[in-house]
């Protein structure tokens, strides 16, 4: 089966400039997550969607990042204006109802300068 | 809240020989599962190994091996016969199980493995 694509695969901006990621998980799977990545720490969650509605946003900092997943399958996550600590990379990730099922994409890498 | 700790930033271990990654958790939920995954340079989040907090024996797969101790809430990753190719980021994670609990993934640190020729 594919696995999840995200592109671009990398992105440099300039502070204040304004990104969007895109992120098409696998096929069938409900769930579908968007992870931070600051270099050197682990993946932070920044939002979660159960087919097109929202389970958990509380770390999303709402006042410059907005998602979104528009028929419950593919997504996309915005920036704007972006800031020099919002380099990272950015990981989507998908799963099925089963305990383990997830299955992470190749990542955004973000620098900001 | 869950917490995931991982103590060692750093690893190295020689060729041909086992490795152990530490990794702690902390929550108040009975039902929960604990995952390893392996990060190399290149990004991507690649599976290991999965132990459910039920489960009676230590979970398996090939040459990486779960040292589960629940009453010290320790979840430590068993690398056998490291290989080269081993060398990479290693996070330890855990996610609720609950029905209607939120599946999310809580994240540890990481520990960077590097296997010496």
């Known amino acids: 089966e594919a696995g999840v694509a995200q592109s671009p695969r990398y992105k440099i901006i300039e502070k204040r400039q304004s990104v969007a990621f895109w992120c098409n998980p696998i096929?069938?799977?409900?769930?579908l997550y968007w992870y931070q990545q600051i270099l050197g720490q682990g993946p932070k969650l920044l939002i979660q969607?159960?087919?097109?509605?929202?389970?958990?946003d509380s770390q999303l900092p709402k006042d410059r990042f907005s998602a979104e997943r528009l028929k419950g399958v593919d997504s996309t996550l915005k920036i704007q204006p972006a800031k020099l600590e919002d380099s990272a990379v950015y990981l989507c990730?998908?799963?099925?109802?089963?305990?383990?099922?997830?299955?992470f994409g190749s990542g955004t890498r973000l620098t900001v300068v | 809240a869950q917490k995931i700790t991982q103590t060692q930033p750093g690893m190295f271990v020689q060729e041909k020989e086992a490795v152990t990654l530490d990794c702690t958790y902390d929550?108040?939920?009975?039902?929960?599962?604990l995952f390893w995954y392996k990060q190399p340079s290149s990004g991507e989040m690649i599976f290991l190994i999965y132990?459910?907090?039920?489960?009676?024996q230590n979970a398996t797969e090939g040459r990486y091996s779960l040292n589960f101790q629940k009453a010290r809430k320790s979840a430590n990753l068993v690398i056998s016969a490291s290989q080269l190719g081993d060398s990479a980021m290693y996070f330890c994670?855990?996610?609720?199980?609950?029905?209607?609990?939120?599946?999310?993934?809580?994240f540890g640190s990481g520990t960077q493995l590097t296997v010496l020729p």
């Open positions: 990730a998908s799963s099925l109802e089963d305990l383990y099922g997830y299955t």
């Open positions: 994670a855990m996610r609720e199980i609950p029905p209607g609990s939120a599946r999310q993934l809580t």
């Open positions: 132990q459910g907090s039920y489960d009676e």
């Open positions: 929550t108040s939920d009975q039902s929960y599962g």
């Open positions: 096929s069938g799977h409900a769930t």
């Open positions: 969607f159960q087919n097109n509605g929202v389970v958990d």
